[in-house]
């Protein structure tokens, strides 16, 4: 029997009025009904993360970073994660710095575990965001999935909790069984030998 992989949802917008928690909602309803995860939302608005970092960073001095207290139960769930799923919105062209921020404080949190995306914007949909996401996160050694999902115009295209597309759930679908295929074979190579590497 195939073990369900332990997912976090990470809600990247910590903005007033923000989108990102139902566009959470919504992939996380997607990632119970797929059946391969225990889901995880992690809402970054909830969590202390300062912008401002200490000198040395875990690769000089040990994985002792001190985050403050109110990153500890962030941190934990990042930790115990075999998947990501980082919902995000489009700024400028980018991702949000909440999101660059929490990235910054943890490094081996993210290393050869899978990651996904799924991002909401304008006519782009997200889609910038997403690619700055993706060079990010390879340089800390995690496996960034092809196939994502992104919602242009959300601000008309989403009704009562849902995408107004009805292909937005296949797609979903085609997405997760990607990300739950990684976290079970990353998890194994995990388990049989250390990365190599890492930072």
Same mark, same amino acid.
């Given at each position: 029997?195939?073990?369900?992989? =332990?997912?976090?949802?990470?809600?990247?917008?910590? !903005?007033? !009025?923000?989108?990102?928690?139902?566009?959470?909602?919504?992939?996380?309803?997607?990632?119970? +009904?797929?059946?391969?995860?225990?889901?995880?939302?992690?809402?970054?608005?909830?969590?202390?993360?300062?912008?401002?970092?200490?000198?040395?960073?875990? =690769?000089f001095a040990?994985?002792?970073?001190? !985050?403050?207290?109110?990153?500890?139960?962030? +941190?934990?769930?990042?930790?115990?994660?075999?998947?990501?799923?980082?919902?995000?919105?489009?700024?400028?062209?980018?991702?949000?710095?909440?999101? =660059?921020?929490?990235?910054?404080?943890?490094? +081996?949190?993210?290393?050869? =575990?899978?990651v996904a995306?799924?991002?909401?914007?304008?006519?782009?949909?997200?889609?910038?965001?997403?690619?700055?996401?993706?060079?990010?996160?390879?340089?800390?050694?995690?496996?960034?999935?092809?196939?994502?999902?992104?919602?242009?115009?959300?601000?008309?295209?989403?009704?009562?909790? %849902?995408?107004?597309?009805?292909?937005?759930?296949?797609?979903?679908?085609?997405?997760?069984?990607?990300?739950?295929?990684?976290?079970?074979?990353?998890?194994?190579?995990? %388990?049989?030998?250390?990365?190599?590497?890492?930072?």
């Open positions: 029997m195939t073990q369900h992989s =332990k997912l976090v949802v990470i809600i990247g917008s910590v !903005r007033e !009025r923000r989108f990102g928690p139902v566009v959470a909602d919504w992939v996380a309803a997607q990632a119970r +009904t797929h059946g391969g995860f225990e889901v995880t939302i992690a809402d970054l608005a909830a969590a202390d993360i300062p912008l401002a970092l200490p000198a040395a960073p875990p =690769k040990g994985d002792d970073y001190p !985050r403050p207290a109110g990153m500890r139960d962030l +941190t934990a769930d990042l930790e115990q994660a075999d998947a990501f799923l980082i919902v995000t919105p489009e700024y400028n062209h980018s991702y949000p710095a909440s999101l =660059k921020a929490l990235i910054d404080w943890h490094f +081996t949190q993210w290393t050869a =575990k899978p995306f799924v991002s909401y914007g304008g006519a782009a949909g997200g889609r910038h965001a997403v690619l700055h996401l993706e060079n990010v996160l390879t340089e800390l050694h995690a496996v960034t999935i092809r196939d994502g999902l992104a919602f242009p115009d959300y601000f008309t295209s989403w009704r009562d909790g %849902a995408p107004g597309d009805d292909a937005a759930a296949g797609y979903a679908k085609t997405m997760l069984e990607q990300l739950s295929w990684w976290s079970q074979a990353l998890r194994a190579a995990r %388990a049989a030998s250390p990365y190599p590497g890492g930072v």
